[in-house]
């Protein structure tokens, strides 16, 4: 079993030494300060340029996510925390803003780090087999933009289409 399967399944840890636990009960301001982590709940098929430790995506981490309920369900738990991060959180089957949403505005307001961990988390959703809830994430974002709540730059946008939907890339 990989490492990363060990971690999403609660009995292994990350390069830091962390449970899949720790990582969900970190607070906010050591989700914004540590950058360690993120590659762990989210992992990608590229390695990361940022932290070399990281978890990639092989053909047996796929095939884990798709094929088990309680992966998947670990992921919904590590996306609901990611969510609430940023002052959001899914509702039915949309992502909204949660009650705390205009005290962590400031996420939003200029490009960082965490525009690059919304493209990640994304990306990682669609290909865990979480397709539909990276695409209300996305059309989250899109409807804080449209509501003025948001400044996301058009280059963003279009990485985000495409980490949603690669096709979406095409057309944009």
Known sequence: MSRLLAFYRGTGEDAAGRTLADVWALDDDAMEFHHDFIQWMFPLEEPSRFNFQAPVLDEEDLRAFRDDPALRENLLRSFDRFLAFLGLARED???????????????????????????????????????????????????LMEEGRARITPETRRYWAAATDPALAERE
């Open 93 to 143: 089957d949309t992502v909204a803003p949660a009650a705390d949403f205009e005290s962590k505005r400031g996420i939003f307001l200029s490009p960082d780090h965490n525009w690059l961990r919304i493209t990640r988390v994304l990306t990682s959703l669609r290909l865990l087999g979480l397709g539909e809830q990276s695409k209300a994430f996305h059309q989250a974002l899109l409807r």
